[in-house]
C-alpha cells in the first residue's frame, strides 16, 4: 500500500492512499479485532479494514491486556482505519495523535453506533442529533494530525434527515471519506436499507462515500453500487458467517466467478489459525474464552451436529478446545468418507 494520486485497474484513492479493491470490513466491535482481520484478509479481496470502535480513554489512560489487544495490528493488516468514538474533541484529537504516532494511516471517527450506553453520553449517532458539534469535532480530528480522517455515520437520528447536510458539513471539516449504513438510529438493524438515501448522500459530495447495509450477496452488492453510485461498499455481519464473501464481492466486481467455498479440511485449518492467533493475543485464559464466539459459526456452517457444538461451548482450557477440536476433525472425516 503507498500513498499515491493513483490506484491500481480496480482500486481507488481514499485521501492520498491507494486502495487496491473497493470492497471494506466493517468495524464491529467485539468481533472485528487483529484475528478475525486478518482471517478476512487471508482470503484476499479487502480494500481497506476499521477496527473496532475505540475508546480514547481506554488508549491513553488503559493499561490492561484488554485495551492493548483493542489495538494490536500486524504488517499484514494493512490498510487499516482505527475507529475512534466520544464527544471531547480534544480527546479524539488525542487519541487520533497516538494512533498516527504508532504509524496509522487512517482515523475513523464514529457518528452512527446506535447503542444506548454510548448514545446516552451523545457519542456515535447521537452526534447525528447536534450536526455542529460533529463537524466541529471531526474538524478537530482532521486538524490535529496528517493522516486522512473518515467519518462513519447513518442517515439520521430517528429519520434519514441529517446525512445529506452533515456530510456536507463533514466533508468542510476536511473529512477524506465518508461511510454511510443506510439506516437511521431508530432503526437499529431493522427495516430495509435506504439506498436512496445513500445515493442523496453520494451526490451531495465530492470526497469518496463507502455505502454500507445488509450486502449479504453479490446481488445485493452490485445493487448498492449501481443505485448508490459510492466508491466502495463496506461489508459487516456476512463477514461473519463467511469470512470469504469480501473476496468473492472484489472478484465479481472484475468478472470472475466466486470461488468455491472452503473446504471443511481448510474451514478447520482456518478455525486453528484463529484460534492460534486468540492465544497469541488474549493469552490462555481468555483467549479460550473468547474463541467461542466463533465456535457456533463454524460448527453450523460445517453442518455438524449440535451437541458436538454445545459440548465444545464448554472448552475453558486449550487441552479441553484440543479435545474439543479433535471431535469436529473427526467428525469431518466421517462425512467426506460418507
Ligand atoms: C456486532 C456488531 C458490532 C458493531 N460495531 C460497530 C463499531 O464498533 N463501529 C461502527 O461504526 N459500526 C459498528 N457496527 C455496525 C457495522 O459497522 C455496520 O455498519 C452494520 O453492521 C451494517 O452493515 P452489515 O449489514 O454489512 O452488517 C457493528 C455491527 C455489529 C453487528
Avoid at 470490513?25 to 479485532?33: E, N, Q, R, S, V
Wanted: charge should be positive.
Amino acid at each position: 500500500m503507498t500513498r499515491t494520486k493513483t490506484a491500481s485497474k480496480n482500486g481507488w484513492i481514499l485521501g492520498g492512499l491507494a486502495l487496491s479493491t473497493r470492497v471494506v470490513l466493517a468495524p464491529m466491535a467485539g468481533y472485528t479485532d487483529l484475528p478475525f482481520r486478518r482471517l478476512v484478509r487471508s482470503f484476499g479481496g479487502v480494500g481497506l479494514a476499521f477496527s473496532e470502535m475505540v475508546n480514547p480513554d481506554s488508549i491513553l489512560r488503559g493499561r490492561s491486556r484488554k485495551s492493548a489487544a483493542l489495538v494490536a495490528t500486524a504488517p499484514d493488516d494493512r490498510p487499516l482505519g482505527w475507529q475512534i468514538y466520544g464527544t471531547h474533541p480534544d480527546l479524539l484529537a488525542e487519541a487520533a495523535q497516538w494512533f498516527e504516532a504508532r504509524g496509522a494511516e487512517l482515523i475513523d471517527v464514529n457518528m452512527g453506533c446506535p447503542q444506548k450506553k454510548i448514545c446516552s453520553r451523545g457519542g456515535g449517532a447521537a452526534l447525528m442529533k447536534k450536526p455542529d458539534l460533529a463537524v466541529a469535532l471531526a474538524r478537530r480530528v482532521v486538524e490535529s494530525v496528517k493522516i486522512p480522517v473518515t467519518v462513519k455515520l447513518r442517515l439520521g437520528w430517528d429519520a434519514p434527515d441529517v446525512a445529506v447536510e452533515l456530510a456536507r458539513g463533514l466533508e468542510g471539516a476536511g473529512a477524506a471519506a465518508l461511510t454511510v449504513h443506510g439506516r437511521t438510529r431508530a432503526q437499529r438493524f431493522a427495516g430495509e436499507v435506504d439506498l436512496d438515501g445513500i445515493r442523496q448522500v453520494v451526490e451531495a459530495v465530492r470526497i469518496p462515500v463507502i455505502a454500507n447495509g445488509d450486502v449479504f450477496t453479490l446481488a445485493a452488492a452490485r445493487e448498492m453500487f449501481r443505485s448508490t453510485g459510492c466508491a466502495a461498499i463496506m461489508i459487516g455481519r456476512h463477514a461473519f458467517s463467511e469470512p470469504w464473501f469480501l473476496r468473492d464481492v472484489e472478484r465479481d466486481l472484475v468478472g470472475e466467478p466466486p470461488l468455491p467455498p472452503p473446504t471443511f479440511a481448510e474451514r478447520l485449518v482456518m478455525m486453528r489459525r484463529l484460534y492460534a492467533d486468540h492465544l497469541a493475543l488474549y493469552g490462555e485464559r481468555f483467549g479460550v474464552a473468547l474463541f467461542r464466539r466463533w465456535i457456533p459459526r463454524f460448527v453450523k456452517g460445517m453442518g455438524a451436529p449440535r451437541p458436538l457444538m454445545i459440548a465444545f461451548l464448554q472448552a475453558a482450557t486449550p487441552a479441553e478446545w484440543e479435545a474439543h477440536m479433535g471431535e469436529l476433525e473427526r467428525w469431518t472425516e466421517t462425512v467426506v468418507r460418507a
